[in-house]
């Protein structure tokens, strides 16, 4: 891991030309609410694109500004296009963003598209965020975000051993064989139903046999689902450091074509069409009721408590908790995101509920990095906020 100190170096340097500073990130995931919330708070952006999906960045939301410097349509001011993702990596690349005195903002398609070992150890540009936590989101980590949650005393689906102690609907979590950045998941609720649908699935090419065996089982959560963006900033002291921003929930293909049929009409689907996948393809806004809301902090503060003691300095800024709820209102947590969410582009431009409720304007998530920003800037406290 990058000594943070050196990050911190880098960073300082940033205040000679402050009025410099650009917000920058990778283009996908949440790359849009990044940048708009960037030039709410009056940053030039940056967006790091792959060639053959720039033009969203590069064309359709670039932006324009007036003769003062006035964003007046848009939210990209610069894009640097590159044959793969991973191109960012390069040591001349990084030079450019740090000449350029960019604050790179991590999401989830940079860890995908990105080795998670040079992020750690090879990647000198000032991370707003926390570096060392982006890791946990894979899986099959010794220390994934499930070790987080157990060290933390936090509810998460019980996890089944072996297939063949399935007594009850469970979910069958796994990478998608084709897809790369999908899931392979399906549900079962007996052995002999997730040796046919495995199977099943493996003859459609849609897992591997391999997959399979290092696949996490874990007890199916009947109940909704709530991904509650969240904020720390270890910048406040007057007021809570802890944030809810906002709730977002997500359209997955197949399994929203699946739930709009009748069962009787399901259970004539063939067997390419009879198990429902998870794509995440969209998402929608959501709140909670208010009586909830507690539990939902109580578990916020149990998670920064938990990466302060065994990921120093902890989560900086924004992460997600994902959860689903049961018939009694317990919640379960099911995955985590240490950094910017997935559904985060929901809320972009108008807020989100809880964030604009808190700061009396809309507040995304993508502001409220840029807000955390301009606001160690005028502290003269950067050096709290990277890594």
Known sequence: MIDRKEIQEIAEKYYENADQIKVGTVASHSGLDICDGAVEENFKTLAICQAGREKTYTEYFRAKRDP????????????????????????????????????????????????????????????????????????????????????????????????????????????????????????????????????????????????????????YIIGPVFNFDMFYSPLETGMSPLEILGVDWRFETSLDGHVRLSAPQQMTLSEQQLTPEYTVCGHNSATLRESLLEKVFEM???????????????????????????????????????????????????????????????????RRVAFEIRRALEMEKLDMIVT
């Open 300 to 366: 916020g503060e149990k998670f920064v408590e938990a990466t302060k003691k065994h990921y120093a300095p902890g989560i900086i800024g924004p992460f997600c908790l994902q959860t689903c709820i049961d018939k009694d209102l317990n919640f379960y947590i099911y995955d985590v995101a240490p950094r910017v969410g997935g559904g985060t582009n929901v809320h972009m431009s108008v807020g989100h509920s809880y964030g604009n409720t808190l700061w009396r304007k809309p507040m995304s998530t993508g």
């Open 68 to 219: 003062y410097g006035r964003i007046v349509r848009g939210v990209v001011d610069d894009a640097l296009v590159f044959n793969k993702f991973n191109e960012i990596l390069l040591p001349k690349n990084q030079q450019k963003l740090v000449d350029e005195n960019v604050l790179f903002v991590p999401n989830r398609s940079f860890t995908s598209y990105c080795s998670i070992d040079e992020v750690e150890d090879s990647f000198r540009v000032p991370m707003v965020g926390t570096r060392s936590l982006l890791r946990s989101e894979e899986r099959s980590e010794e220390q994934s975000y499930y070790w987080i949650l157990e060290k933390a005393g936090l509810p998460f689906p019980e996890k089944i051993e072996n297939p063949e102690d399935i007594d009850e609907l469970v979910m069958v979590k796994l990478p998608h064989a084709v897809k790369k950045l999908e899931r392979g998941f399906f549900t079962a609720g007996t052995y002999k139903e997730y040796q046919e649908k495995s199977e099943a699935l493996i003859r459609q090419g849609v897992i591997t046999r391999e997959a399979l065996e290092t696949a996490r089982i874990e007890r």
